[in-house]
């Protein structure tokens, strides 16, 4: 079963090689990030962040509802910048479940450059700490700050940092920790489209601590928003479920969403014969992921974690070029497992390819970009827990 430590490359390929490299990586990410932010001099870019600090402000003056009505939103989107609404386009929106104002209230002070870069390095931060909790090596926290994916996600700060951490800590603590797993994974909530696939995924493999625990975060985080923001925002969320997916889903479809089902039906214009294709995905991948999971003996955790991750995104016909720097936290789980059985023929090159597909994403907007990355962590997922089995 092992391939050896090094894997043919060069020398320089290492921790020490990784940190130098990566903290350069991560430097021109910041100079960017400042320079577009909080540094620049020309008018203010609307970006993703400004939904975030929009509905954050609203939420604090007791207007929490208003952020799920797209025309009044495009309005105070506009006053938060300055500007006229025209220059805000309508494809901002506020779109996640009330409980995920609690995570954006604290940017609501700052203006639009400070409260992206603020959001950027706290959302950063976590990412660094639940990288930690997989792989406590500072080469290996580096290396996921500095995949391509982070500053797709800092560059319109959005929450693919955040839900990436969630899903580093989901997975990190499943076994040793499952309450602090079930508190990540009822957290997850606030994107409820990648968790599809994780409740039962829990209940098949017998892992009801952690179950009990999401269930009981998940509750207790929209009970505390129906009382913090008010019954009426969940009555503005609820029916804005549908339309948001019209939305998003329906006519053109989006160039940037990164789905087998956004793909064919930009290809065909043909929604059903998109979503049978795109069912037909999900179904391999949530049962290549099942099949990970169910084998017994179970296989190695991080062959698990990393299908899990791999078939969540690749379930939901909803995800964003944003939302990929999950990518290197399941590429992650995958290396830990090299330190211990060692690298399998071609895997470091593999998982270094899929880290690196969604650069792509910044030249020309593919809608399956992200979904083969997350196939090809899917197939790599599957070949180590057979090569565990043959070893």
Request: with cysteine; aromatic share 10%.
């Amino acid at each position: 079963m092992r391939g050896g430590q090094g894997g043919g490359w060069p020398r320089w390929v290492n921790g020490r090689g990784v940190v130098i490299l990566g903290a350069a990586v991560i430097t021109l990410y910041a100079l960017f990030l400042l320079t577009g932010t909080v540094l620049r001099t020309a008018a203010p870019l609307p970006a993703d962040v400004l939904a975030f600090l929009t509905a954050a402000r609203l939420a604090a003056a007791g207007q929490a509802a208003t952020a799920y009505d797209w025309g009044a939103f495009q309005l105070a989107q506009a006053a938060v910048l300055g500007t006229g609404p025209e220059a805000i386009g309508g494809a901002l929106g506020w779109l996640n479940p009330p409980h995920f104002f609690f995570a954006v209230l604290p940017l609501a002070p700052f203006g639009y450059g400070w409260a992206w870069l603020l959001w950027v390095v706290a959302t950063a931060l976590l990412l660094a700490l639940a990288a930690w909790s997989i792989l406590p090596r500072g080469a290996a926290v580096v290396a996921v700050l500095a995949a391509p994916p982070v500053l797709l996600a800092a560059s319109v700060g959005q929450n693919g940092l955040l839900i990436a951490a969630l899903f580093a800590w989901s997975f990190a603590l499943l076994d040793r920790r499952p309450g602090l797993a079930g508190l990540a994974l009822g957290l997850l909530t606030i994107k409820p489209q990648f968790g599809l696939l994780l409740p039962v995924l829990l209940a098949l493999s017998g892992r009801w601590r952690a179950f009990g625990a999401a269930a009981g975060v998940t509750l207790a985080a929209m009970a505390l928003a129906w009382v913090a923001f008010g019954a009426e925002a969940w009555l503005a969320f609820l029916p804005s479920v549908t339309s948001n997916a019209d939305r998003m889903l329906g006519g053109q479809v989006s160039p940037r969403i990164q789905s087998v089902y956004a793909f064919l039906f930009r290809l065909t214009g043909r929604e059903g014969l998109a979503a049978a294709g795109h069912g037909l995905v999900a179904l391999a991948a949530a049962s290549v992921a099942m099949r990970v999971w169910l084998r017994r003996p179970e296989g190695p955790e991080e062959a698990r974690a990393a299908a899990a991750i791999a078939a969540s995104y690749l379930l939901t016909p909803y995800a964003w070029g944003y939302d990929t720097p999950a990518i290197p936290v399941a590429a992650l789980f995958l290396a830990r497992a090299t330190l211990r059985d060692g690298w399998l023929p071609g895997e470091k090159a593999l998982l270094l390819l899929a880290c690196l597909m969604p650069v792509v994403l910044v030249v020309v907007q593919h809608q399956l970009v992200a979904p083969l990355a997350w196939v090809l962590i899917l197939g790599l997922a599957w070949r180590r827990d057979r090569a565990w089995r043959a070893g």
